[in-house]
Nanobody, 115 residues
Framework: QVQLVESGGGLVQAGGSLRLSCAASGSIFNIGVMGWYRQAPGKQRELIGTITSGSITKYVDSMKGRFTISRDNAKKTMYLQVNSLKPEDTAVYYC?????????WGQGTQVTVSS
């Protein structure tokens, strides 16, 4: 069974930075495109960006600049670096990955930004 586990969330002051991780485990033969999403209270889940197995990244226009996605294929882990955090970045951050041809979601990690 494949699992995606996010970590690295927490409470941070506005202006600070965080690095989130998404680690894949289980019976894995192939990890394709991976992506980061977030869902703020009362809002729909939104895409931040994606990264291919060859580390080609794409970001939603509104997320360009402060968000950086990377991955370490040997560790089966994807990262999200977020800088200059704002209170409106408060959300549950989720990772999604194509593993063995199927789409999988992590359980999410809470990020809370205080002003």
């Amino acid at each position: 069974q494949v699992q995606l586990v996010e970590s690295g969330g927490g409470l941070v002051q506005a202006g600070g930075s965080l690095r989130l991780s998404c680690a894949a485990s289980g019976s894995i033969f192939n990890i394709g495109v991976m992506g980061w999403y977030r869902q703020a209270p009362g809002k729909q889940r939104e895409l931040i960006g994606t990264i291919t197995s060859g580390s080609i990244t794409k970001y939603v226009d509104s997320m360009k600049g402060r968000f950086t996605i990377s991955r370490d294929n040997a560790k089966k882990t994807m990262y999200l670096q977020v800088n200059s955090l704002k209170p409106e970045d408060t959300a549950v951050y989720y990772c999604r990955a194509s593993v063995n041809g199927d789409s999988h979601w992590g359980q999410g990690t809470q990020v809370t930004v205080s002003s």
